[in-house]
C-alpha cells in the first residue's frame, strides 16, 4: 500500500533531524579539538571521541612524517605499544600509501597499485579477518597545501559492515576539515616550529647530517672530555724484606739437611751446617791451655807471698789465661754459628743439597734465601716513555695471571727517582705497592699486568701525544 502522506512527512522529519544531528556533533567534535594543546591529545580526541559520528569498531591515527608510519593513538587504548601485532600489522599496511590525497576505502587492488610489498599484504589479510572494511581519510594541517606527504596523517577507521561505512564515508571527511584546522595550531604555533626544526626526523636522519654531527662531537669532545693516562706495566710480587742468608765464616758446608727449594720453614728449622772438626780441636786445645795456666798462675801466686821477684810472673800468666779465655770464646762463637737456622717462617730458596755439601765457602758468600709471605709488596716496573702518568694521585690496579678477573688495589710507597736497567733491558720507574689483598692466596715470584691510571689530560692532547710518540718512532 502507498504510504500517507503524513507517513512521507514524518521520515523526512526524522531524517532532517538525524543530519542536525549530525552537523551538531561535528560541530562539537571539532570545537574540542581546538582545545588539545598538544598532538597527542589531539590524536586521543580523533580516534576515541569520533563514534558520535559514524559507528565504526576500530580506528588509528598514523603519522607518517617520518622515515616510517609511526602509530600515535589507537581507540580504547591510552597508551600504544608499538610491539603489538594490531601495530606492525598497521604500519605495513600503510606503509605503501604515503603521500595519500584523498579519502579512500583500502582494497587489495589498491595495494597492488602501489606495489606494496608481501608485508602489506598480509597486513591486508590479517585486518581483513578482524573488520573487512577500512576508510583511510588523509588529515593535513589546514594551510598545508599540495600532496606532499611531509605534514600527513592517515586516520585508519575501520567498520564491520558497508552500510556504516558508506554512512562515515560523507560525515567524516566534514569532520577532518574541522581537525586539519585543529592540527595547524597543535603542530604549527612559533614555539613548535623551532623544535620540530630541531628533531625533524628526516633531515636528521641523512647521513651526511649525521656524520657531521658526529664530527662536530667529536671535535668538541678533544677539547672538553678529559681522559685519564692509562699505561700498562709488568709486575712481580716479593717480601717487602730481602731475608738473605750469609756465611758468617770461612769454612767447609758439613751437612745440607733435607729442605729443597720451595718447602715451608718455621722459625728455628736448622738449614745447614759447617764442619767444625778443626774449631772443636781448637776450643779443646785452647782449654788445655787455659787450665795449665791457671794451675801455673795459682803456683806461683802462693810463691810470691814469699819472694816478691815472683809478683812479676803472675801479671804475665793472667795476661795469658785471658788471651786463652778469649780463644775459647772464639771457637765456642764458630761453633755456635756453625749452625745455620731459619730465623723466620717462609719458603726456602737454597741450590741442590748436591751442590753445597763440602763446599768452601767465604765469609759473606750467599748460602739460601727465605721467602717470607706475610709481608708481601708488588715491584712495577713502569716503561721511562709512560712516565707522564706517574704523579702523587696516580691509581694502581693489579691484575695476575693466575687470577685476571681479580683486580687487586693498594698503596704506593715509593716511585724510583730515575730508571732502572731491568733484565728486559729496558729502562724502568720502580713502583713498590703495597696490597690490600689476602696475603694468604699469594706466592712471591707471581707476576701479572698493573694498569696504571695517571692524571686527566683533554683527550686531544693524549691523541696528539700518542700519534706524535709513534710518528717519532717510524
Given at each position: 500500500?502507498?504510504?500517507?502522506?503524513?507517513?512521507?512527512?514524518?521520515?523526512?522529519?526524522?531524517?532532517?533531524?538525524?543530519?542536525?544531528?549530525?552537523?551538531?556533533?561535528?560541530?562539537?567534535?571539532?570545537?574540542?579539538?581546538?582545545?588539545?594543546?598538544t598532538l597527542q591529545?589531539?590524536?586521543?580526541?580523533?580516534?576515541?571521541?569520533?563514534?558520535?559520528?559514524?559507528?565504526?569498531?576500530?580506528?588509528?591515527?598514523?603519522?607518517?612524517?617520518?622515515?616510517?608510519?609511526?602509530?600515535?593513538?589507537?581507540?580504547?587504548?591510552?597508551?600504544?605499544?608499538?610491539?603489538?601485532?594490531?601495530?606492525i600489522h598497521l604500519?605495513?599496511?600503510?606503509?605503501?600509501?604515503?603521500?595519500?590525497?584523498?579519502?579512500?576505502?583500502?582494497?587489495?587492488?589498491?595495494?597492488?597499485?602501489?606495489?606494496?610489498?608481501?608485508?602489506?599484504?598480509?597486513?591486508?589479510?590479517?585486518?581483513?579477518?578482524?573488520?573487512?572494511?577500512?576508510?583511510?581519510?588523509?588529515?593535513?594541517?589546514?594551510?598545508?597545501?599540495?600532496?606532499?606527504?611531509?605534514?600527513?596523517?592517515?586516520?585508519?577507521?575501520?567498520?564491520?559492515?558497508?552500510?556504516?561505512?558508506?554512512?562515515?564515508?560523507?560525515?567524516?571527511?566534514?569532520?577532518?576539515?574541522?581537525?586539519?584546522?585543529?592540527?595547524?595550531?597543535?603542530?604549527?604555533?612559533?614555539?613548535?616550529?623551532?623544535?620540530?626544526?630541531?628533531?625533524?626526523?628526516?633531515?636528521?636522519?641523512?647521513?651526511?647530517?649525521?656524520?657531521?654531527?658526529?664530527?662536530?662531537?667529536?671535535?668538541?669532545?678533544?677539547?672538553?672530555?678529559?681522559?685519564?693516562?692509562?699505561?700498562?706495566?709488568?709486575?712481580?710480587?716479593?717480601?717487602?724484606?730481602?731475608?738473605?742468608?750469609?756465611?758468617?765464616?770461612?769454612?767447609?758446608?758439613?751437612?745440607?739437611?733435607?729442605?729443597?727449594?720451595?718447602?715451608?720453614?718455621?722459625?728455628?728449622?736448622?738449614?745447614?751446617?759447617?764442619?767444625?772438626?778443626?774449631?772443636?780441636?781448637?776450643?779443646?786445645?785452647?782449654?788445655?791451655?787455659?787450665?795449665?795456666?791457671?794451675?801455673?798462675?795459682?803456683?806461683?801466686?802462693?810463691?810470691?807471698?814469699?819472694?816478691?821477684?815472683?809478683?812479676?810472673?803472675?801479671?804475665?800468666?793472667?795476661?795469658?789465661?785471658?788471651?786463652?779465655?778469649?780463644?775459647?770464646?772464639?771457637?765456642?762463637?764458630?761453633?755456635?754459628?756453625?749452625?745455620?737456622?731459619?730465623?723466620?717462617?717462609?719458603?726456602?730458596?737454597?741450590?741442590?743439597?748436591?751442590?753445597?755439601?763440602?763446599?768452601?765457602?767465604?765469609?759473606?758468600e750467599k748460602l739460601?734465601?727465605?721467602?717470607?709471605?706475610?709481608?708481601?709488596?708488588?715491584?712495577?716496573?713502569?716503561?721511562?716513555?709512560?712516565?707522564?702518568?706517574?704523579?702523587?694521585?696516580?691509581?694502581?690496579?693489579?691484575?695476575?695471571?693466575?687470577?685476571?678477573?681479580?683486580?687487586?688495589?693498594?698503596?704506593?710507597?715509593?716511585?724510583?727517582?730515575?730508571?732502572?736497567?731491568?733484565?728486559?733491558?729496558?729502562?724502568?720507574?720502580?713502583?713498590?705497592?703495597?696490597?690490600?689483598?689476602?696475603?694468604?692466596?699469594?706466592?712471591?715470584?707471581?707476576?701479572?699486568?698493573?694498569?696504571?691510571?695517571?692524571?686527566?689530560?683533554?683527550?686531544?692532547?693524549?691523541?696528539?701525544?700518542?700519534?706524535?710518540?709513534?710518528?717519532?718512532?717510524?
Amino acid at each position: 500500500m502507498p504510504e500517507s502522506q503524513s507517513t512521507k512527512e514524518h521520515k523526512e522529519l526524522l531524517l532532517l533531524k538525524g543530519k542536525l544531528n549530525a552537523i551538531s556533533a561535528v560541530l562539537k567534535l571539532g570545537h574540542e579539538a581546538f582545545e588539545k594543546h598538544t598532538l597527542q591529545q589531539l590524536a586521543n580526541h580523533i580516534v576515541n571521541n569520533s563514534r558520535m559520528v559514524a559507528p565504526y569498531e576500530r580506528s588509528a591515527l598514523i603519522d607518517m612524517r617520518g622515515a616510517k608510519p609511526k602509530i600515535i593513538a589507537v581507540s580504547g587504548q591510552p597508551d600504544v605499544n608499538s610491539n603489538s601485532e594490531y601495530c606492525i600489522h598497521l604500519a605495513n599496511l600503510i606503509q605503501p600509501l604515503d603521500g595519500l590525497d584523498k579519502v579512500t576505502v583500502l582494497t587489495e587492488d589498491l595495494l597492488k597499485e602501489k606495489n606494496a610489498r608481501q608485508s602489506a599484504l598480509d597486513a591486508f589479510e590479517y585486518f581483513q579477518a578482524c573488520f573487512p572494511q577500512m576508510l583511510l581519510i588523509p588529515v593535513r594541517p589546514a594551510s598545508h597545501g599540495g600532496t606532499s606527504s611531509h605534514e600527513l596523517l592517515i586516520w585508519a577507521v575501520e567498520f564491520s559492515d558497508s552500510a556504516n561505512l558508506a554512512s562515515a564515508g560523507s560525515l567524516l571527511p566534514l569532520l577532518c576539515q574541522h581537525y586539519s584546522e585543529a592540527l595547524f595550531f597543535a603542530m604549527h604555533d612559533k614555539q613548535k616550529k623551532i623544535i620540530h626544526r630541531v628533531i625533524d626526523r628526516k633531515k636528521w636522519l641523512k647521513p651526511s647530517r649525521i656524520l657531521l654531527i658526529l664530527a662536530g662531537l667529536f671535535f668538541i669532545s678533544l677539547f672538553v672530555m678529559p681522559v685519564r693516562q692509562n699505561v700498562a706495566a709488568d709486575f712481580e710480587i716479593m717480601p717487602a724484606k730481602e731475608n738473605y742468608y750469609y756465611a758468617p765464616f770461612d769454612g767447609v758446608i758439613e751437612t745440607c739437611y733435607n729442605n729443597k727449594s720451595g718447602n715451608s720453614v718455621v722459625p728455628g728449622t736448622v738449614i745447614l751446617a759447617y764442619n767444625t772438626e778443626e774449631r772443636a780441636f781448637d776450643l779443646a786445645g785452647a782449654e788445655n791451655a787455659r787450665n795449665k795456666i791457671s794451675a801455673q798462675l795459682d803456683l806461683i801466686e802462693q810463691q810470691s807471698f814469699k819472694d816478691i821477684s815472683k809478683r812479676g810472673e803472675v801479671r804475665m800468666l793472667e795476661l795469658q789465661k785471658e788471651k786463652a779465655d778469649i780463644s775459647i770464646r772464639r771457637n765456642k762463637w764458630f761453633l755456635e754459628k756453625s749452625v745455620v737456622r731459619a730465623k723466620q717462617a717462609g719458603i726456602l730458596d737454597i741450590a741442590d743439597k748436591d751442590k753445597l755439601e763440602g763446599k768452601a765457602v767465604r765469609a759473606g758468600e750467599k748460602l739460601f734465601e727465605i721467602l717470607s709471605t706475610e709481608n708481601l709488596v708488588a715491584l712495577i716496573a713502569v716503561n721511562e716513555q709512560n712516565a707522564s702518568a706517574l704523579d702523587d694521585n696516580c691509581e694502581v690496579t693489579l691484575y695476575l695471571h693466575t687470577m685476571p678477573e681479580m683486580p687487586i688495589s693498594g698503596k704506593i710507597e715509593s716511585i724510583s727517582p730515575k730508571p732502572v736497567l731491568t733484565e728486559k733491558k729496558v729502562y724502568c720507574y720502580m713502583i713498590r705497592m703495597t696490597m690490600n689483598y689476602e696475603k694468604k692466596n699469594l706466592l712471591c715470584g707471581m707476576r701479572g699486568v698493573a694498569r696504571i691510571a695517571g692524571p686527566r689530560v683533554p683527550l686531544g692532547y693524549y691523541l696528539f701525544r700518542n700519534l706524535v710518540l709513534w710518528w717519532r718512532r717510524v
